[in-house]
């Protein structure tokens, strides 16, 4: 199986313009970890270590949600198939994608369809 094949693959149920919200989760964690360490001291300094033990929990879940973001960011931009690469049948246990019969558009609206004439499961 080529390279392109595998990238090119479609299971047709995931949306064309799904993005990542990184920079508004990177946001949201700045705006944590900034809060958790105003509880983790506030809480300190008024003697109240189950509060502060817990402003500490949070603040550690959001530096590591921190650095999962900017690894994920700098990662840059991965690969989406467009509108141009139609769906696929999903793989059936041999290795390859069923391909729709000549003639037939695999379901998309305008021709094609589901029936029991298009060879569709």
């Given at each position: 199986?080529?390279?392109?094949?595998?990238?090119?693959?479609?299971?047709?149920?995931?949306?064309?313009t799904?993005?990542?919200?990184?920079?508004?989760?990177?946001?949201?964690?700045?705006?944590?970890?900034?809060?958790?360490?105003?509880?983790?001291?506030?809480?300190?300094?008024?003697?109240?270590?189950?509060?502060?033990?817990?402003?500490?929990?949070?603040?550690?879940?959001?530096?590591?949600?921190?650095?999962?973001?900017?690894?994920?960011?700098?990662?840059?931009?991965?690969?989406?198939?467009?509108?141009d690469?139609?769906?696929?049948?999903?793989?059936?246990?041999?290795?390859?994608?069923?391909?729709?019969?000549?003639g037939?558009?695999?379901?998309?609206?305008?021709?094609?369809?589901?029936?029991?004439s298009?060879?569709?499961?």
């Open positions: 199986m080529l390279v392109s094949e595998v990238i090119a693959m479609r299971t047709g149920s995931e949306p064309a799904a993005r990542s919200p990184l920079r508004m989760r990177l946001w949201l964690s700045l705006w944590g970890m900034a809060w958790a360490l105003f509880g983790l001291v506030a809480f300190a300094l008024n003697g109240r270590p189950g509060w502060a033990a817990a402003c500490a929990v949070v603040l550690l879940l959001a530096v590591v949600d921190l650095c999962v973001i900017t690894y994920r960011m700098r990662q840059g931009p991965h690969y989406q198939p467009g509108r690469v139609p769906p696929y049948e999903p793989d059936h246990g041999d290795g390859r994608p069923r391909r729709p019969k000549p037939a558009d695999g379901g998309r609206p305008g021709g094609g369809g589901t029936g029991p298009s060879g569709r499961p």
